[in-house]
């Protein structure tokens, strides 16, 4: 039997959520895949911005999501991938969540949104990109029905990543 997925909200990010942001962001564990270290405050307040923009000029960003409370849990959402290597170009969905909210179905509800919401921009397909050892990112790409596509080294950690794809 399926369990239900817990209700999620999601909404263009503020100013103040940079700062939820880079308190709940700041767990090893939630950064483990991103470079392993807590991203300064400055960071988050031109993320923020940069997903504002996003969403004014292309229907979609990665949003601030929202649990049954109205508390801030993380984000996930969809933005160009604007790297120089991986899918250049394309759309990319992704996900960060505060480590209190893993494993209870937050972040597979909140992308079930995403892709409404990008498929309703007229966006045509989407890639998530993943590190190799990512085994929970991988599990909700495989819940959305996305498949494995390309294999990457990145250039910088030297580690493997997954491109997978789904079309809308």
């Known amino acids: ?9 999601l909404r263009v990010p503020t100013h103040e959520d940079a700062v939820v942001w880079h308190r709940i962001f700041a767990d090893p564990d939630v950064m483990e895949f991103q470079g392993g270290r807590p991203a300064e405050l400055s960071v988050y307040e031109e993320l923020t911005a940069r ?24 984000f996930t959402g969809a933005q160009p ?17 505060a480590r209190r909210f893993w494993g209870r179905g937050y972040v597979t509800a909140a ?18 990109m993943v590190d190799a050892r990512n085994t ?12 494995l596509a390309e294999t990457y ?4 950690s030297r580690r493997e990543g997954h491109c997978y794809r ?3």
Do not use: K, N
């Not at 039997?1 to 909200?9: D, E």
């Not at 991938?81 to 969540?97: A, D, K, S, V, Y």
């Open 1 to 9: 039997m399926t369990r239900a997925l817990p209700a999620v909200r």
């Open 51 to 74: 997903q504002r923009r996003h969403d004014a000029e292309r229907g979609f960003c990665l949003w601030t999501v929202l649990d049954e409370s109205g508390a801030v849990i993380g």
């Open 81 to 97: 991938w604007e790297r120089e290597w991986g899918p250049t170009g394309e759309t990319e969905i992704g996900w960060r969540l």
């Open 111 to 128: 992308a079930r949104q995403t892709l409404e919401r990008v498929r309703a921009a007229g966006v045509a397909d989407v890639v998530a």
């Open 136 to 147: 929970r990112s991988i599990a909700v790409t495989r819940r959305l029905g996305m498949r």
């Open 153 to 156: 080294t990145t250039p910088v």
């Open 166 to 168: 789904l079309a809308l």
